[in-house]
């Protein structure tokens, strides 16, 4: 009988020990560095080369992160259906913490599932478009927004016409381009070709 209970509790030891070991390895990768080697998934230029919040996504299939030259292409990578779907961490640039638009650092990332973003801001991301920029503190991003308009919303929050659409706020008509258009201009063509 006491051989079997000291079996039972191995068995539950290694079963937890195993469960632990399972955690560990779902917990997401930490972000990489940027480097002077780091290229655009999309643009395949130097991230570097350009302004505003950078991304990176890590992949269960790669080894390397998946680069952008800006948060709203890092974004747009989640959601396009050509694209990988084995993702296991996203991390965008905290320009909470970033010395300016030009120099948005290399290691300050955050997990943009936990970040706050300001769409429809004056600031134009790499490639010169509209930018969704990404901020671990709430209240970093709503300061950014009352000096650079736009406004404040969380990860899932970011509307899918923002990311893919046209460069103008959800919901926006460009007035010119309808008046020219005839009855209804087209809708915008997605914004497939990020960076």
């Not at 209240?139 to 404040?152: I, P």
Request: proline residues 8%.
């Amino acid at each position: 009988m006491r051989m079997v209970a000291i079996s039972a509790l191995l068995i539950a030891g290694i079963t937890v020990a195993g469960c632990n070991e399972q955690k560990v390895a779902e917990a997401p990768p930490p972000p990489h560095e940027l480097t002077q080697r780091t290229m655009g998934h999309y643009c395949g230029m130097n991230v570097l080369e350009h302004p505003g919040p950078k991304g990176q996504i890590l992949l269960a299939s790669r080894l390397e992160p998946v680069w952008f030259s800006s948060a709203r292409d890092t974004l747009s990578f989640t959601i396009l259906p050509e694209e990988p779907k084995d993702i296991r961490a996203i991390y965008v640039s905290d320009m909470g913490k970033a010395a300016t638009w030009e120099d948005p650092g290399a290691s300050n990332w955050v997990d943009a599932r936990r970040a706050s973003f300001v769409i429809g801001s004056r600031m134009k991301g790499g490639m010169g478009a509209d930018e969704a920029v990404p901020f671990s503190d709430r209240s970093a991003a709503e300061k950014f927004a009352t000096e650079n308009g736009g406004r404040v919303v969380a990860f899932a929050e970011v509307p899918k016409d923002y990311i893919l659409g046209s460069a103008a706020e959800p919901g926006a008509v460009d007035q010119s381009e309808d008046e020219h258009a005839g009855d209804h201009a087209a809708p915008a063509a997605p914004h497939n070709q990020p960076d």
